[in-house]
């Protein structure tokens, strides 16, 4: 049928031409086909995906980015939710499930309104104004400030996150050790930071009234107080280890750890600062410790075959003079990504020194920040001689060669300085391991989030019921044609509390009608006995709704905003196209 268009065109296109209701209906059951692939996922109670590649590499995950991510998805339309799942990701860190089905459930309700008439414009128009109120709807009514947040909101929130992974039945451990571990990262925010933070998410009333004198002036000082945290996630090192349980994972808080082992067995198994010695002082190379050799394409023309010995041992002095530079430095540990050669090694065990060879450049760049040294690339200085810069040297209380699982790692305690910590996983193999990854990488970003805005509000469908029900009271004051459109945001934003009843095995039509009547109570009447309605949620283990806000299942309301945000444009971006051409690849003349 698409064959003879390009000719009924009048183009002479190499390819073919869709346009109109055909290509909607495609690009809608596209995005449909991806979202129910990672539909069942949702919800503290929902399904692992396996995904098996074309090596035969197995991956079992219930991270709806990562699903994505390993899907080859061919369809455009199909691969802009992909790319949203990524966004949702990098931008929050949780929530890319519920994300992808809001944006599907937007284009599916889209593209019926318009079969029924409507035009996309007037759809379009209508979402963002519904996103505008709904957006509005949660800063006034939903979210909780929290001034002072403290320890329990946070592992509140770490829990509610992880309740869908592999670790949800080890919430309780693994929600402190995300608390604590994003918490020991903590450094003061600077100026840049706080202008690019979203100042919008998060306002401060409480500090100005207390800060009013009889002076204007008086303002300012308050505005100082007020110090702005950041808490980067990149400080965060998290190590794989195989072996023992998930629960025997550790926090190794202002410490470090490295997957590398001593380069020698003469070499000392830990270094410990002392008061005459001082702290432990670490070189952090990217080079080879190795036996100095000519340049490639460099010839030596000797006449006395005695030079050749001359020239073999002024080669080996080269290597010895670099290491004894670093030794005076006063380095007692060297790591190095490149190798180290027996020759070096000698020199290194003679003065009692841990070496590593082989390390991962990127660790090392974390040890540099966290203990305050530079990662040396070469010892040239600018008048061509070689020396080693002590301030290159990064510092600690102790460097140790632990045990752990089948291997040896180099633990560095009492960095000295910027925040950095470990964690160390332990799992009984690959696929748990990664997995446990994952869920903790979606938690800690969830601790961060919440740490940097301050604000909370309930889970469990809670938020989305809340404006379902506010979306359609406000669609009946519009005289115009977006109503509909609006009065399908309203419907389509009940996709999450119907999945998540869904994936729990219990009756999602009674369960969002309690929670639909529940929030419409709250709304409508101005007391405070039903005020606390708001916070209703589903309570998805008894199959009841519940206070949310009260049992602690609570998210970050950046998140929330986020997502919605999201997921309208990705819907707009597919609403738009009306006309898709797709060129044939060329033919290669054999």
């Given at each position: 049928?698409?064959?003879p268009?390009?000719?009924s065109?009048g ?10 209701q055909?290509?909607?209906?495609g690009?809608?059951?596209?995005a449909?086909?991806v ?8 919800g503290?109670?929902?399904l ?7 090596i035969?590499?197995v991956?079992?995950t ?7 991510q390993?899907?080859?998805?061919e369809?455009?339309?199909a691969?802009?939710l ?15 499930t519920?994300v992808?089905?809001i ?5 599916r309700?889209g593209n019926?309104?318009?079969k029924?008439?409507l035009?996309p414009t007037?759809?379009?128009s209508?979402y963002?104004?519904a ?5 509005s709807?949660i800063?006034k ?6 001034s002072?947040?403290n320890?329990?909101?946070l ?11 592999i ?15 994003v ?7 600077t100026t840049?930071?706080?202008a690019g933070s979203?100042?919008g998410e ?7 009234p207390a800060?009013?004198?009889e002076?204007?002036?008086?303002d ?36 470090f ?14 270094v410990e600062?002392?008061p ?5 002082k670490?070189?952090?190379l990217?080079?080879n410790?190795?036996?100095h050799?000519?340049a490639?394409g ?16 002024r ?6 003079e670099?290491?004894?530079k670093i030794?005076?430095?006063?380095a007692r540990v ?12 000698k020199?290194f065990?003679e003065?009692?020194?841990i070496?590593?060879?082989r390390?991962?450049k ?13 990662v040396?690339?070469?010892m040239?200085?600018m ?9 290159c040297?990064?510092?600690c209380?102790?460097?140790?060669e ?10 560095a ?15 009984a193999n690959e ?12 938690s800690?970003?969830?601790?961060k989030r ?15 019921a809340?404006?379902s029900?506010?979306?359609e009271?406000y669609?009946?004051?519009?005289d115009s044609?977006e109503?509909?459109a ?6 389509a ?18 369960l969002v009608?309690?929670?639909r ?7 409508k ?5 039903n005020?606390?309605l708001?916070?209703t949620?589903l ?7 519940r206070?949310?806000?009260?049992a ?7 998140s929330k905003i986020?997502s ?9 971006t597919?609403?738009?196209?009306d ?6 690849p060329?033919?290669?003349?054999q």
């Open positions: 049928m698409a064959a268009q390009p000719a065109t183009l002479f296109l190499n390819g073919q031409r869709e346009t109109g055909d290509v909607r209906i690009n809608v059951t596209a449909v086909a979202a129910n692939i990672v539909k069942t996922s949702l503290p109670v929902g692992d995906k396996m995904l098996v590649d074309d035969g590499d991956l079992i219930n991270d709806g980015a990562t699903i994505l390993q899907l080859e998805v369809h455009p339309a691969r802009v992909v790319d949203l799942a990524q966004l949702q990701d990098s931008e929050v860190g949780d929530g890319t519920s992808v089905i944006a599907a459930e937007l284009l309700r019926e309104l318009v029924n008439g035009h007037t759809i379009i209508g963002r104004t996103l505008k109120a709904a957006v709807h800063k009514g939903l979210v909780l400030k929290v002072e947040l320890d329990e909101h592992i509140n929130a770490a829990k509610t996150s992880m309740s869908s992974k670790i949800g039945k080890e919430s309780d451990f693994f929600a402190k050790l995300a608390v604590e571990a918490k020991s990262v903590k450094m003061k925010a840049a930071d706080v979203s100042a998060r306002s401060t009333p409480a500090v100005a800060a009013t004198a002076n204007g002036g008086a300012v000082p308050a505005k100082k107080e007020k110090i702005r945290h950041k808490y980067p996630l990149s400080a965060l090192h998290v190590l794989k280890a195989h072996g023992k349980s998930s629960l025997e994972s550790s926090l190794l808080a202002g410490g750890a490295i997957n590398a082992m001593r380069a020698a067995q003469g070499m000392p198994t830990a600062s002392s005459e010695a001082g702290p432990v670490i070189a952090m990217d080079m410790l190795q036996r050799r000519m490639m460099v010839q030596v023309i000797v006449k006395d075959p005695a030079e050749i010995e001359n020239i073999k041992k080669e080996m002095d080269i290597t010895k670099r290491i004894r030794i005076d430095a006063g060297v790591l190095t990504t490149k190798g180290v050669d027996d020759l070096c090694m020199y065990v003065a009692g020194i070496c590593a060879r390390c991962n990127d660790d090392l760049k974390r040890l540099a920040k966290a203990t305050g040294g530079k040396v690339v070469t040239a200085d008048d061509g001689n070689e020396t080693f810069d002590t301030d040297l990064g510092t209380d102790a460097v140790r632990e045990r752990i699982g089948d291997g040896e790692m180099l633990y305690y009492g960095c000295q300085g910027g925040g950095a910590s470990t964690v160390v996983l332990r799992g696929y748990m391991l990664d997995e446990m990854d994952r869920a903790l990488h979606d800690l970003c969830v601790v919440m740490l940097e805005s301050n604000t909370l509000v309930p889970g469990g469908g809670a938020v989305e809340a404006l029900v506010h979306l009271e669609s009946t004051t519009l044609r109503q509909l609006i009065q399908e945001y309203a419907d934003l009940l996709v999450i509390p119907k999945t998540l009843a869904v994936n729990a095995a219990k009756d999602s039509s009674e009608a309690k929670l009547a529940a929030h419409a109570k709250s709304q009447s101005g007391d405070s006995e005020e606390l708001k916070n949620g309570d998805l283990i008894e199959g009841v709704i206070d949310n806000l009260t602690g299942v609570v998210e970050p309301a950046i986020k919605l945000r999201f997921a309208t444009e990705a819907a707009i597919i609403l738009r196209i006309d898709r051409i797709t060129l044939t060329e033919q290669k003349q």
